[in-house]
């Protein structure tokens, strides 16, 4: 079958389908390379982000934790020293509860520590008052002694203070400092 047209027609009409066909196919898969990268760049970014989520959560928990830690360590050692405080101290008692006053004291200590590293700056403040209007108030009711060597080379102990009403307005200025250190963590914690 003979048409008209003469050859060479057909080879130009061939081949600029075929340019055409191969370019289409380039730019399809320019246009898919570009669509797949942008999906791939989203993709990472999310999770990027999911990962500075998970680290944020992560380091507020850490936060929470110490502040928690802190907040329990400072109820214990004013619960301790208030009862050391109302013992007498003349009895055995008296000489278990000031020990134990001084124990959670340097829990209180410890705890500290934690708080200070995790900050921020306003809470380790706020956590370093409390701190030391604890140990203020334990000095206060804890009586301090003093030991001395008598002549005979035995050692002597010495009552140096008592506690009075003094002590007692450092537990409440020691139970006021933790009820800031915990607004101030509430704070932090909330924003």
Do not use: C
């Amino acid at each position: 079958m003979k048409s008209g047209v003469p050859p060479w027609v057909l080879i130009v009409v061939a081949a600029i389908t075929a340019l055409a066909t191969l370019l289409a196919a380039a730019i399809s898969g320019l246009i898919a390379y570009r669509t797949s990268r942008r999906s791939i760049e989203h993709a990472a970014d999310m999770a990027r982000l999911d990962r500075e989520a998970e680290k944020d959560a992560q380091h507020r928990s850490a936060r929470r934790d110490a502040y928690a830690a802190y907040v329990t360590a400072g109820l214990t050692a004013l619960r301790d020293i208030s009862a050391a405080r109302q013992a007498d101290s003349a009895s055995q008692r008296w000489q278990e509860l000031r020990q134990q006053a001084v124990a959670s004291s340097h829990a209180v200590v410890i705890a500290y520590g934690v708080v200070e590293v995790e900050g921020p700056p306003q809470v380790a403040d706020s956590a370093k008052a409390m701190y030391e209007a604890i140990n203020d108030y334990r000095r206060k009711v804890v009586k301090r002694y003093d030991r001395e060597t008598s002549e005979d080379g035995t050692e002597v102990v010495i009552t140096v203070s008592e506690p009075g009403e003094e002590a007692d307005s450092s537990g409440r200025l020691a139970l006021r400092a933790l009820r800031h250190f915990v607004a101030t963590a509430r704070e932090i914690l909330s924003g």
